[in-house]
């Protein structure tokens, strides 16, 4: 009775503490299943990705400093990556979700993320990372709300709405991934996508019969943030809203200096905050219309996208022709003015007290010059492949992180140039080696005829300059300094160049990559390896407890990991009541 006694008020102290802890950093927990379903965006039956059975996924709703737990199963029949895209994860890139830092999840197999999002707020978003698995779906939102303690620099919404937008082929992803694999381009998209639904037929010929589409609706007089996210596979869209401003209010964890824009240019895997005021007449429904750019429209008309913003008093369905793209089909000049226009509000707080602008990046000295040039694909070995700075990536059986720690030879080279190579393109495992608590600059010189987007794991970059040309030491003179937005994503456009600036103080092996899905998976990125030199368990979490084993270390992985991986992923409320039954029945037993 006695030994009950002490096991009881020794497990009750334990679960007390657990929920002291949870309320210092609380926990949100969400369980994923990832599985085929059949669905028809387009008026096609195939195959897509869902997430408890919805098409797109469940937004992720959190708070800065949450601890974020995502038990994740497999139900596709190939392995599994899941990849939180600008999700810093500080301390932490084994919970990043990229074959480089990840084993990948097999089919039927459980794994659990755990991660904290520290220091963060914003939009943001989801999807899976390996096999071209985006291209079927698999993807959802992200949202970092600010703690209640720091003000936002705008009034509360009145409601929080997310639009996933992106190209959509009809094609299975395992057909795109076989295309290129055989050296082929993908093709024109079969269409435009908004939350996973095809296009409201505003055009009988253009638009089938049949087709699901969204609707948001709304009340009038009221304000709105819609979080917008460009997941498709390589399409820059336009995003514009009838007869409604957008005014930008944040960017990928950043807020921005407010201003109105009737559309803006959003590319692949880039994400904003805008505030949309219900300030019409509601006379009829209004168009929500995200629509392909750079492109021969006339060609490309089908690759629209069409949404309902459906006012609670509308009179009447939307009817009439889209609003107006951009005019400047083959000038892309006023895409880069408005991107040069999208700045940082250094007077707002972010995720801390202190003002975004208090981190004067402009005054700090760079310590390492990288230019990364793209060019169209090339052949190496007989095999078609894109290329970073004459390297195509290989992604190495042994993930880099993982080889780090079992200090497995031969897995990758520090030998990335900070130039592009002159030689013939060639394939391999090469790093960037950066420096722990280095500033970095580095230059990404687009020599392809299609918009580029970058990103950069692990860190919020400033994004300080753009232009067209080939980059030159004179073009620092053109650099803003002062408020350029810092974000995880930013367009290159073709001929030209964009300047970012990187601190370097986030431990880990993080991925720089394009966004464009198709030059991804061909090879056009590299990894930033930033190691503290020195021995400190305060700048890197310690490998988690659930590792997957793959590669050169295949063998350390065992069944029973992946049954205690998804045994411990319960919620603390969950567990706290656990404890305390547990302890109550030792008690009065």
């Known amino acids: 009775m006695a030994l009950s006694k002490f096991l009881g008020l020794f497990l009750i102290h334990i679960a007390l503490l657990s929920s002291s802890c949870f309320a210092a950093d609380p926990f949100v927990f969400y369980d994923f299943e990832v599985s085929y379903i059949t669905a028809s965006p387009l008026g096609v039956p195939q195959q897509v990705i869902a997430i408890n059975n919805k098409f797109p996924g469940p937004t992720i709703n959190s708070t800065t400093n ?15 990556l899941l990849h939180w895209s600008g999700i810093q994860q500080r301390r932490s890139s084994w919970q990043d979700g990229l074959p480089g830092t990840n084993c990948p999840i097999p089919p039927k197999w459980n794994w659990t993320y755990q991660f904290q999002v520290k220091d963060q707020i914003g939009s943001f978003f989801y999807f899976p990372s390996l096999h071209f698995q985006r291209a079927a779906g698999g993807f959802g939102g992200f949202i970092i709300n600010n703690r209640d303690i720091i003000p936002i620099p705008f009034g509360s919404p009145d409601g929080d709405i997310t639009i996933l937008i992106g190209d959509w082929y009809t094609r299975n992803h395992t057909a795109l991934r076989k295309a290129l694999d055989a050296g082929k381009d993908l093709g024109m ?243 960037i080696n950066g420096t722990f608590r280095g500033f970095m600059e580095v230059i990404l010189q687009n020599n392809d005829t299609k918009v580029q987007t970058y990103h950069l794991s692990g860190y919020a970059f400033f994004v300080v300059g753009m232009d067209y040309g080939e980059w030159s030491e004179n073009s620092r003179g053109t650099y803003n ?89 319960t919620s603390s409320s969950k567990l706290f009541l656990a404890v305390l039954m547990v302890a109550s029945a030792l008690l009065f037993h």
């Open 66 to 80: 949450n601890n974020v737990v995502i038990n994740v199963r497999n139900k596709l029949d190939e392995s599994l």
């Open 189 to 431: 998209p079969d269409g435009v996508l908004i939350n996973g639904k095809g296009p409201y037929q505003y055009n009988d010929t253009l638009v089938p019969d049949g087709i699901d589409y969204e609707t948001i609706d709304v009340h009038p007089g009221k304000t709105y943030r819609l979080r917008v996210h460009n997941v498709g596979i390589s399409t820059s869209l336009n995003f514009r809203i009838q007869s409604h401003n957008l005014l930008l209010a944040e960017t990928e964890g950043s807020y921005t200096v407010q201003q109105n824009y009737t559309s803006l240019d959003i590319h692949v895997g880039q994400s904003y905050s805008f505030l949309l005021t219900t300030d019409q007449n509601a006379s009829s429904d209004y168009y929500i219309v995200a629509s392909a750019r750079f492109v021969n429209e006339s060609q490309w008309k089908r690759v629209t996208g069409v949404a309902i913003l459906r006012y609670s008093n509308s009179k009447g369905k939307a009817a009439g022709p889209l609003p107006d793209p951009p005019q400047d089909e083959y000038d892309k000049t006023f895409s880069m003015n408005q991107a040069r226009s999208i700045r940082w509000n250094v007077s707002a707080s972010g995720a801390r007290p202190n003002p975004q602008g208090s981190f004067r990046y402009g005054s700090i000295n760079v310590t390492e010059i990288f230019v990364l040039k793209n060019k169209p694909p090339v052949t190496i070995d007989g095999k078609r492949r894109t290329t970073l700075s004459g390297i195509s990536f290989v992604n190495p059986a042994t993930p880099i992180r993982l080889a780090d720690q079992f200090k497995v030879k031969g897995v990758y080279k520090f030998d990335f140039p900070s130039r592009p190579l002159t030689g013939p393109p060639k394939m391999e495992t090469s790093l």
């Open 481 to 569: 300094k002062w408020d350029g937005i810092a974000r995880s994503t930013t367009q290159v456009y073709p001929g030209a160049w964009t300047a970012i600036l990187i601190s370097l103080d986030n431990v880990g092996v993080w991925n720089l990559r394009t966004e464009n899905l198709d030059s991804w998976y061909l090879g056009q990125e590299t990894y930033i390896r930033v190691v503290n030199p020195e021995v400190t368990n305060k700048t890197e979490l310690p490998m988690p407890e659930n590792v997957l084993y793959c590669g050169a270390l295949s063998k350390r992985q065992k069944p029973q990991d992946i049954s205690f991986a998804t045994s411990i992923t």
